[in-house]
């Protein structure tokens, strides 16, 4: 029998899971629309203001800088790994929370919109899997090595 660390699979996991270079550009791509909003949001404060209104959040402006410093801060957190873990753990929360407000599908009549909200409620969810894995990878990885458990 050979072991977990033999063959195609133990070299592919050495390669990758090796690679700094890939580890952040995954990274990127999980906070990717976090940063575009943050940034948006940022550069298009008005309208920053008007999606706060939109989904019932008062007051708007203040609800607005709360957001840009979350999705921006947390993603340079998960990016730069400074309490890497906290910024995912942020975010995935965050996530679903906001998923819970704007994509309430279950509320929308039968048909096409129902149907591509429920769809972006659950990649939302995957998101915020991702982010919990996030935060897990990094905890684990701060413990002594004999104390690692899959």
């Known amino acids: 029998m050979k072991s977990a660390g033999s063959g195609l699979q133990g070299r592919l996991a050495a390669t990758v899971g090796g690679n700094t270079s890939l580890r952040w550009i995954a990274y990127l791509g999980l906070c990717a ?89 659950f990649e939302h969810l995957g998101l915020v899997g991702g982010f919990l894995l996030v935060a897990w990878q990094d905890l684990r990885e701060k413990l002594p090595l004999e104390r690692r458990q899959s």
């Open 33 to 121: 629309a976090y940063l575009q909003g943050g940034l948006v949001k940022l550069f298009d404060f008005p309208s920053a203001i008007g999606e706060m209104t939109h989904f019932g959040l008062a007051p708007a402006p203040l609800f607005a800088v709360g957001v840009i410093v979350l999705e921006l801060g947390a993603s340079v957190m998960i990016l730069a790994g400074r309490l890497r873990w906290l910024g995912a753990v942020v975010l995935g929360a965050f996530t679903l929370l906001a998923t819970a407000i704007a994509l309430r599908f279950w509320e929308l009549p039968p048909g096409h919109e129902r149907f591509m909200a429920a769809n972006s409620f």
